[in-house]
């Protein structure tokens, strides 16, 4: 266990950690790490500290939210983890920007497992053909470049849609919300490698499965309009991202798995 290595990766995805880990101070974590009986403990003492740095014992209601997050993330890190090891799939700046992403869908892994404990769920298997939907998607780069896009879209709006359900847990929505601002930003870089503004119009693009957009082109909120005399109806659907339920997120991730 690279102990330096998991610390950076959850200061990429919460800055706060170590404010709310006032029990342990790195310097003094590093110290306990550093002897042998403490480094054989280390993902125990980790996952303790984590624990209650989030305010652990953890609610069900948020355990599934967590686990809902950690196999969206799962489907994340693997399919940059196989992208980045493909010969010859991603060049110049395409592979810096998927570098950056896959560094923070580990991330985004190695803090939700550390929160969840045993009570994480395992990773599963995955077809990133989508049952043949999507032939060799890491031999052609478009279509891992429209894979892309569908997933940390999708992100975007799971995140979303189950922030209502961790109100009464604000250092876990904190997190969360966190790692929805950075999988917005993963999403508005992946459609302009597309050749597509960062933002959604309507509720379509190209060669992405339909349901990935499905209702976000409302107009509507808090039933308030949101349109504008003069601006198209279309603009106005670019300054909103609508929120999936589960079961609509699962209906878009379940071809993908083996």
Do not use: C
Request: net charge negative; aromatic share 8%.
């Amino acid at each position: 266990m690279n102990l330096q290595n998991i610390l950076s990766e959850l200061e990429q995805v919460d800055g706060d950690v170590y404010d709310r880990l006032k029990h342990v101070s790195r310097r003094h974590m590093f110290s306990l790490f550093s002897r042998k009986a403490a480094a054989v403990a280390a993902p125990t003492v980790l996952a303790s500290a984590l624990n209650k740095a989030y305010g652990q014992s953890l609610d069900p209601v948020v355990v599934d939210v967590l686990n809902f997050a950690l196999t969206l993330e799962y489907l994340e890190s693997e399919f940059y983890n196989v992208g980045m090891d493909t010969p010859n799939l991603l060049t110049g700046t395409p592979r810096t920007v998927f570098a950056q992403i896959q560094k923070h869908e580990n991330a985004h892994v190695n803090l939700l497992k550390s929160v969840l404990g045993g009570q994480a769920v395992e990773k599963p298997r995955f077809d990133y053909t989508a049952k043949g939907m999507f032939p060799n998607p890491f031999g052609n780069y478009e279509v891992f470049l429209t894979l892309s896009q569908a997933f940390e879209d999708t992100g975007v709006r799971a995140y979303k849609g189950q922030a209502p359900r961790l109100i009464n847990n604000d250092p876990i929505l904190t997190t969360a919300l966190q790692i929805h601002s950075v999988e917005a930003r993963h999403a508005a870089r992946v459609r302009e490698l597309r050749g597509q503004k960062g933002w959604i119009t309507g509720n379509m693009s190209p060669g992405v499965p339909s349901a990935v957009y499905a209702g976000d082109e409302a107009i509507r909120h808090l039933e308030i309009p949101s349109t504008i005399e003069g601006v198209p109806i279309e603009n106005s659907t670019e300054a909103w991202d609508e929120p999936l339920s589960k079961e609509d997120v699962l209906k878009i991730v379940m071809p993908f798995l083996a």
